[in-house]
T-cell receptor, first 114, second 111 residues
Framework: ETGVTQSPTHLIKTRGQQVTLRCSSQ?????VSWYQQALGQGPQFIFQ???????GRGNFPPRFSGLQFPNYSSELNVNALELDDSALYLC?????????????FGAGTRLSVL | DQQVKQNSPSLSVQEGRISILNCDYT??????FLWYKKYPAEGPTFLIS?????DKNEDGRFTVFLNKSAKHLSLHIVPSQPGDSAVYFC??????????FGAGTRLTVKP
């Protein structure tokens, strides 16, 4: 149990639609990252938020956007969905202090785009 | 751009024997490496890590070895237990503090 909650657990959308995924942590850690994990691959870094500001981004187009709120919860928004966006989306909160390199992951949201 | 590679998609080991999972990387700027374990329907769970200034880190049955000259790290599990059966991901930290993950190795420990 990592204390990281993601919702919804599963989602089905059609091509061209928009989707919002949510993530929160019980721990109050202020750095959250989002990852896309396609079938048979490892998690691919989308972006990271620190204190409500994006401070790192992977190789994903602008239609992938995010928000972090004052309570450090976060959203991932994807516009104009494409079939290849079908994947498991993971969020992770970074620990603080001496364990700051460790990320704690949620169970993910499985997105299917039809 | 796959900077972290796990070339073995699967590994099967007998209970009680050693499991060795391998990982190679290409970016010499990585300065921290981690192993995560993932069960079905759960997110990856942190297992063990190593800083680039060390060549070995041990935690109970788990040991991670780092060979910087070869850009190679490995995870040893001794003795292996059926509960260790999971997908194991190797990850490396970039200078921007985000993580690059390998594709994972599915470990099966047979009773």
């Amino acid at each position: 149990e990592t204390g990281v909650t993601q919702s919804p657990t599963h989602l089905i959308k059609t091509r061209g639609q928009q989707v919002t995924l949510r993530c929160s942590s019980q721990s109050g850690h202020n750095t959250v990252s989002w990852y896309q994990q396609a079938l048979g691959q490892g998690p691919q870094f989308i972006f990271q938020y620190y204190r409500e500001e994006e401070n790192g981004r992977g190789n994903f187009p602008p239609r992938f956007s995010g928000l972090q709120f004052p309570n450090y919860s976060s959203e991932l928004n994807v516009n104009a969905l494409e079939l290849d966006d079908s994947a498991l989306y993971l969020c992770a909160y970074r620990s603080a202090g001496i364990a700051k390199n460790i990320q704690y992951f949620g169970a993910g949201t499985r997105l299917s785009v039809l | 751009d796959q900077q972290v590679k796990q070339n073995s998609p699967s590994l099967s080991v007998q209970e009680g024997r050693i499991s060795i999972l391998n990982c190679d990387y290409t970016n010499s700027m990585f300065d921290y490496f981690l192993w995560y374990k993932k069960y079905p329907a759960e997110g990856p769970t942190f297992l063990i890590s190593i800083s680039s200034i060390k060549d070995k880190n041990e935690d109970g049955r788990f040991t991670v070895f780092l060979n910087k000259s070869a850009k190679h790290l490995s995870l040893h599990i001794v003795p292996s237990q059926p509960g260790d059966s999971a997908v194991y991901f190797c990850a490396a930290r970039t200078i921007n503090n985000d993580m690059r993950f390998g594709a994972g190795t599915r470990l099966t420990v047979k009773p």
